[in-house]
């Protein structure tokens, strides 16, 4: 096979384009934690499509159900009418993951995209609560288009907006200041009349920041946040669009605080195959919207249903969740291994279950380590305002044997940037 003149991305494709910048190669076939170039060069992926491919690169069942629905000729694209895809979804959603989790939510289908479950969550929030401000929190990521841009607290990515993001105010997440006092700054904003706050129609938040540094709250802050929300009537919203799906460990979350919030956003390894697919949960009461009030031409993917509908089966499996979980400890415990074992990382641990790192204060190191890894044949990404969190994404189905050769690479790179120059 010939190989691709890369030219072609440089010649045709926009300057915009930013992960192949990264990973410079042209990749041709994946399978579970495996990707291979065009070259023939293998790497193991811990970075499973931006928290996109949680159950890994062609799944074999989730393969040979849309294959099938495929070649009998099923419905593709339906909006939102009624199809056979789309019942078995709600179906299995309610049996296998609403109902042991006694959780009550009506499911939304907005267009297939994490931004547009945001969108759709912040529009329904201010029309149920007839206020327009919404609280958001510092290093927050919520999406690309213009009403997540205004809760997203990345300077750069806000100012892609070209015009001033309005009726947001952003709050100190945990420890972003010491202990407790971001819950007091928060409340006093509330509680002052002369603060210059609202009371906002709700808040949004993600319990692990994903881009914005692998930054995990504690489940004692987040029951706080919900017991404020609820004094004040205000609609909490968690987005759980790269967190969700099993990478903190359980299918959402928020599970392990033992909160319940009023919205939930999902997207990303929801159709669990990388097939765009989205939904909005939220309490039946809060139903309130006027037919195709919100509505979008691909939010009826019913090659996603399939896929996540099969995607669910893992779920029955009550072992499946207790080995993402004990795959996690073996990823914490490496990371801090690696940490203590190499002091000029200057880092600390950060993260929860399969969304983990190290966050280091040594400027560019973390950029350095991902991309010798990358050259030794590993791909993970960089986190953090500044690229400062190396972080881990393995899909939640790799096998104990694929995270220690990345766990391997990863130690490799670290020691190779780190060593010191050979002196005469």
Partial sequence: MSQTD????????????????????IFTKAKGYKMW?????EYIDFFSGAGALNYGHNDPVMKSKLVEYISNDGITHSLDMATSAKAEFISKFNDVILKPRKLDYKIMFPGPTGTNTVESALKLA?????????????????????GS?????NAAKRKGAGIPLHHSVTMPYDNF??????????????EGGGSGVDIPAAMILETVQGEGGINAASFDWLKKIEQI???????????????????????????PAGITPDIVCMSKSLSGFGLPFAITLFHPELDIWSPGEHNGTFRGNNHAFVTATAALSYWEDKEFEKSIQNKSKMIH????????????????VCGR????????????????????????????????????????????????????????IIEESVKSILKEPVTN
């Fill in 37 to 41: 170039d065009e070259a023939g060069q």
């Fill in 177 to 190: 200041v010491d202990n407790n006092s971001s819950l007091d700054y928060l409340e006093s904003f509330l």
């Fill in 126 to 146: 201010r029309k149920v609560t007839g206020r327009t401000d919404v609280i958001s929190f510092t290093n927050g990521f919520h999406g690309m288009t213009i």
């Fill in 149 to 153: 841009l205004s809760v997203t607290g």
């Fill in 333 to 348: 415990d490496f990371l801090v291994k690696l940490n203590q074992d190499t002091p000029e990382l200057n880092g600390e």
């Fill in 6 to 25: 890369k030219s072609i991305f440089e010649e045709f494709e926009s300057e915009v384009r930013s992960y192949c910048r990264n990973f410079p190669s």
């Fill in 353 to 408: 279950g399969f969304m983990t790192g190290i966050v280091s204060e040594v400027d560019g190191l973390a950029s350095k380590i991902t991309a010798e890894a990358f050259e030794r044949g590993l791909i993970m990404e960089t986190s953090g305002p500044n690229d400062e969190v190396f972080k881990l994404f393995p899909p939640i189905t790799i096998d104990e044997d694929g995270l220690k050769k990345g766990f391997n």
């Fill in 229 to 255: 929300c609820k004094r004040w009537g205000i609609l909490l919203i968690i987005d759980d669009v790269q967190a969700g799906v099993g990478r903190t460990g359980t299918f959402f979350s928020f599970e």
